[in-house]
């Protein structure tokens, strides 16, 4: 039998953290908890964001009448639509090559369906065109329809993490100064494992934000207050988030997640002090300034 790269004649293959985001069991098991604990009977579903399948599998498996899934890589859409018709629900499932945009300005997604299922949020949450997709899904969503996830709420603390400062900065080399180039340091969120770095807490945890596809203000800017619980130089902000599906939750903040944390770099490290107070202001896109209050 020919392999399935072989019949599709698919020009390039799967990204690598999909085959690792397909092995998160904590992440596999919830969605499906979530997906299983819903009455589905003669149920339509909308998804954004295919993937190779398995949500769109998942709701088809526990009932669904029909799942229509998009999915903008065109190769993964078409690695999907094998694995949709080798499992057998080639008939209940209907992938589409498109963004979420497009499919919705050709009339290929079902408007008002009965549920909205969407998992496209990377380790800071916004990185994957979130505020697109809420859009999208406003539009497609009917009075009654379920959004799922439900809920993402975003958490944060300020750090001391000269590994993660460092990813994003340079000195010199080979007796080179190389520092010039810092002013084109990366602004915004990037992946960490804050496991393999030992960051200082320099404050409380604090709720980042809460997004939620329905509402349209939830991507505004936020300034927060807050007292460092120790003194040392800041040179950014940890972050991880809690997604609600229905009664399930889905957490980065575990060590068996295939999501990292994200790392909200200061664009220049500041120095706390234990007790004194200061405000984080945090743009829509994740990017932190830090100011001291008097």
């Given at each position: ?104 300005r050709d009339g290929d997604l079902r408007r008002e369906p009965d549920i909205i299922f969407t998992e496209t949020l990377d380790c800071g949450v916004v990185g994957e065109g979130f505020a697109t997709i809420a859009e999208d899904v406003r539009q497609l969503a009917g009075t009654n329809t379920q959004v799922l996830p439900d809920h ?32 084109f340091s990366k602004q915004t969120y990037f992946a960490i494992n804050p496991a393999l770095h030992s960051p200082a807490r320099l404050s409380p945890v604090f709720r980042v934000r809460d ?84």
């Amino acid at each position: 039998m020919n392999s399935m790269k072989q019949r599709l004649g698919t020009p390039s293959g799967i990204p690598h953290w999909h085959f690792t985001m397909l092995r998160d069991t904590e992440r596999n098991g919830g969605i499906e908890s979530s997906i299983a604990n819903l009455d589905l009977t003669g149920k339509t579903v909308v998804e954004i964001g295919t993937g190779i399948g398995l949500p769109a599998m998942l709701f088809a498996k526990y009932g669904a009448a029909h799942v229509y899934t998009c999915e903008m890589d065109v190769n993964l859409a078409a690695i999907a639509r094998e694995v949709v018709r080798e499992n057998g629900y080639d008939k209940r499932i209907t992938v589409i090559p498109k963004t979420s945009r497009a499919a919705i300005r050709d009339g290929d997604l079902r408007r008002e369906p009965d549920i909205i299922f969407t998992e496209t949020l990377d380790c800071g949450v916004v990185g994957e065109g979130f505020a697109t997709i809420a859009e999208d899904v406003r539009q497609l969503a009917g009075t009654n329809t379920q959004v799922l996830p439900d809920h993402v709420r975003q958490f944060g603390y300020l750090c001391c993490d000269t590994a993660a400062h460092e990813k994003n900065t340079v000195k010199s080399e080979n007796g080179l100064d190389l520092s010039g180039i810092n002013c084109f340091s990366k602004q915004t969120y990037f992946a960490i494992n804050p496991a393999l770095h030992s960051p200082a807490r320099l404050s409380p945890v604090f709720r980042v934000r809460d997004y939620d596809y329905r509402n349209a203000d939830c991507l505004v800017d936020r300034t927060i207050a807050l007292i460092a619980t120790q003194s040392g130089t800041c040179h950014g902000m940890i972050s991880y988030f809690d997604a609600t599906f229905g009664d399930f939750l889905i957490s980065t903040v575990s060590e068996k997640s295939h999501w990292a944390q994200a790392f909200h770099p200061l664009k220049r490290p500041v120095s706390l002090t234990a007790g004194s107070r200061y405000v984080a202001r945090i743009t829509a896109a994740g990017t932190l300034r830090l100011d001291e209050t008097i």
